[in-house]
């Protein structure tokens, strides 16, 4: 019920190209799904977040798009460029939760060939 | 920088020393977590304090103690570590509790020997 499954492991994409990551989650109290970025030597940096009351976010070339139906939701890279290569987390958490807890799902990692 | 400032970047230590691990914001957060992040596995959640109380222990071993002085520090206090516990510390903060966000330090590289 807490965990949140994330795939690929690994994804590589010509530049130009498209990446997507998928994750599922199975308790249906998250309301807020966030997408982490992690370069090599640095920690996870928020990337984009969502919440269920919407359908899809876009914030430059990176959109979620999110389906509480099928309790999915996924990261769309467009035009990937070689220095978007790292390593990405979802993440969900329930706003209602005292601890304000991060579930985070196994992490992708993404290299963009030139 | 991020905000949240962890020393040292990396450390060894041997099984039997006793070393700390720091973690220092000033974004005026009130949530700070410590996280274990070892190869190909999810992130760890260890700790959680809120307003400088503990309020998640996530079933970790007696020899990782965490301190919070203040909402802008956090301390993980290490001792008679094993091999398997070198990993990736992640230290985090977040304006709230149960509203995400979470802001990352660079974490520190610990090695056990």
């Known amino acids: 019920q807490q965990q949140v499954k994330q795939s690929p492991q690994s994804l590589i994409v010509q530049k130009g190209g498209i990446s997507i990551i998928n994750c599922a989650y199975e308790?249906?109290?998250?309301?807020?799904f966030p997408w982490y970025q992690q370069f090599p030597g640095k920690g996870p940096a928020l990337l984009i977040a969502i919440r269920p009351d919407v359908s899809e976010k876009k914030e430059g070339r990176f959109t979620i798009s999110f389906n509480k139906s099928a309790k999915q939701f996924s990261l769309h890279i467009m035009d990937s460029q070689p220095g978007d290569s790292a390593t990405y987390f979802c993440?969900?958490?329930?706003?209602?939760?005292?601890?304000?807890?991060?579930?985070f799902g196994q992490g992708t990692t993404l290299q963009v060939k030139p | 920088e991020t905000g949240v400032t962890q020393t040292p970047r990396h450390l060894v230590m041997g099984m039997t020393n006793k070393k700390s691990l720091k973690c220092e914001q000033h974004?005026?957060?009130?949530?700070m977590y410590w996280y274990k992040q070892s190869a190909k596995k999810p992130l760890e959640l260890m700790f959680v304090?809120?307003?400088?109380?503990?309020?998640e222990n996530n079933s970790v071993p007696s020899r990782f103690s965490p301190e919070c002085p203040n909402s802008s520090h956090l301390f993980l206090h290490l001792h008679t570590l094993q091999p398997e516990d070198s990993a990736l510390y992640l230290c985090?903060?977040?304006?709230?509790?149960?509203?995400?966000?979470?802001?990352f330090g660079s974490g520190t590289r610990l090695t056990v020997v």
């Open positions: 985090a903060s977040s304006p709230d509790r149960g509203l995400g966000g979470y802001t």
């Open positions: 308790n249906t109290a998250f309301d807020y």
């Open positions: 993440a969900a958490s329930r706003s209602s939760s005292n601890t304000g807890k991060l579930i």
């Open positions: 304090y809120s307003l400088e109380e503990r309020v």
């Open positions: 974004l005026g957060h009130n949530a």
